[in-house]
């Protein structure tokens, strides 16, 4: 999703498939031998010894729990790769990767660039603005393929900067907010610093309707307003063609 705010933090929790297997791990734990603890003469080693024990429990399920929580990570900018003239964009999009992908533009290369793919479910508005415009002014094609991968919220506006755009397979999208794949739009929303609670937008999506005119898709918000908030509205290949948002359902 957009995110005009402040970055989050994500915490390590564990599901109950987690918890499930941290039963089982533990149904039957071996025998162990522990010295007896002193008796009322020695009443503070005693308890220093408990407390140790406790800390080194609680650093295990600590431990354990970071492992079987290990995707629970802080979002990542853009991960850029290329191959011949064919570049690929992945990931969130966060402060500063305009600057890392104009890096990766102005990289020296045999051949120069010419496809560029794109699976993100978005993130910031102004940087994913400024690589929409990069990539107009770079001349490069951007494509999504719709059966396998997303192009949601902010990744939609580095899909408008293309001067042709391939929405390859989309006629295989089923159209609606059920879809998991494919392009997603939606209105721009932020979270309240107050409340903390996550409302639409005017300004925002004002800002975005003027990028997509901008780039040659205003039409774009249509597809916008037809999503129920939180969610994400889905166009199938034959909207996507009719709106001008692609140009074509090929590979480029």
Not at 114 to 130: E, H, N
Not at 189 to 215: C, D, N, W
């Given at each position: 999703?957009?995110?005009?705010?402040?970055?989050?933090?994500?915490?390590?929790?564990?599901?109950?498939?987690?918890?499930?297997?941290?039963?089982?791990?533990?149904?039957?734990?071996?025998?162990?031998?522990?010295?007896?603890?002193?008796?009322?003469?020695?009443?503070?080693?005693?308890?220093?010894?408990?407390?140790?024990?406790?800390?080194?429990?609680?650093?295990?399920?600590?431990?354990?729990?970071?492992?079987?929580?290990?995707?629970?990570?802080?979002?990542?900018?853009?991960?850029?790769?290329?191959?011949?003239?064919?570049?690929?964009?992945?990931?969130?999009?966060?402060?500063?990767?305009?600057?890392?992908?104009?890096?990766?533009?102005?990289?020296?290369?045999?051949?120069?660039?010419?496809?560029?793919?794109?699976?993100?479910?978005?993130?910031?508005?102004?940087?994913?603005?400024?690589?929409?415009?990069?990539?107009?002014?770079?001349?490069?094609?951007?494509?999504?393929?719709?059966?396998?991968?997303?192009?949601?919220?902010?990744?939609?506006?580095i899909f408008a900067g293309g001067i042709r755009r391939h929405y390859v397979g989309g006629e295989g999208v089923f159209e609606g907010s059920t879809a998991l794949s494919g392009l997603g739009f939606h209105p721009a929303r932020r979270t309240e610093k107050q409340t903390g609670q996550t409302i639409l937008s005017e300004s925002g999506t004002g800002r975005v309707r003027?990028?997509?005119?901008?780039?040659?898709?205003?039409?774009?918000?249509?597809?916008?307003?037809?999503?129920?908030?939180?969610?994400?509205?889905?166009?199938?290949?034959?909207?996507?063609?009719?709106?001008?948002?692609?140009?074509?359902?090929?590979?480029?």
């Amino acid at each position: 999703m957009w995110k005009p705010g402040a970055r989050s933090v994500m915490a390590c929790s564990l599901g109950n498939s987690d918890f499930g297997r941290l039963v089982r791990f533990n149904e039957r734990p071996a025998r162990r031998q522990f010295k007896q603890l002193p008796q009322a003469g020695n009443c503070g080693m005693a308890a220093s010894l408990r407390r140790g024990m406790a800390m080194r429990r609680l650093a295990y399920w600590f431990l354990l729990c970071l492992a079987l929580c290990g995707g629970a990570q802080p979002a990542r900018a853009i991960w850029l790769s290329e191959s011949g003239d064919i570049a690929w964009l992945t990931g969130s999009i966060e402060t500063d990767d305009d600057k890392r992908f104009k890096a990766f533009l102005e990289r020296p290369r045999a051949k120069p660039l010419r496809v560029l793919y794109l699976s993100s479910s978005g993130g910031y508005i102004l940087p994913a603005f400024a690589i929409g415009r990069l990539v107009r002014q770079a001349g490069l094609v951007t494509a999504v393929d719709a059966g396998s991968t997303a192009c949601s919220s902010a990744c939609t506006f580095i899909f408008a900067g293309g001067i042709r755009r391939h929405y390859v397979g989309g006629e295989g999208v089923f159209e609606g907010s059920t879809a998991l794949s494919g392009l997603g739009f939606h209105p721009a929303r932020r979270t309240e610093k107050q409340t903390g609670q996550t409302i639409l937008s005017e300004s925002g999506t004002g800002r975005v309707r003027a990028f997509y005119a901008e780039m040659g898709m205003p039409r774009a918000t249509e597809l916008m307003e037809k999503a129920a908030f939180n969610s994400m509205y889905r166009p199938n290949g034959a909207t996507a063609l009719a709106l001008k948002i692609a140009t074509s359902l090929s590979p480029p």
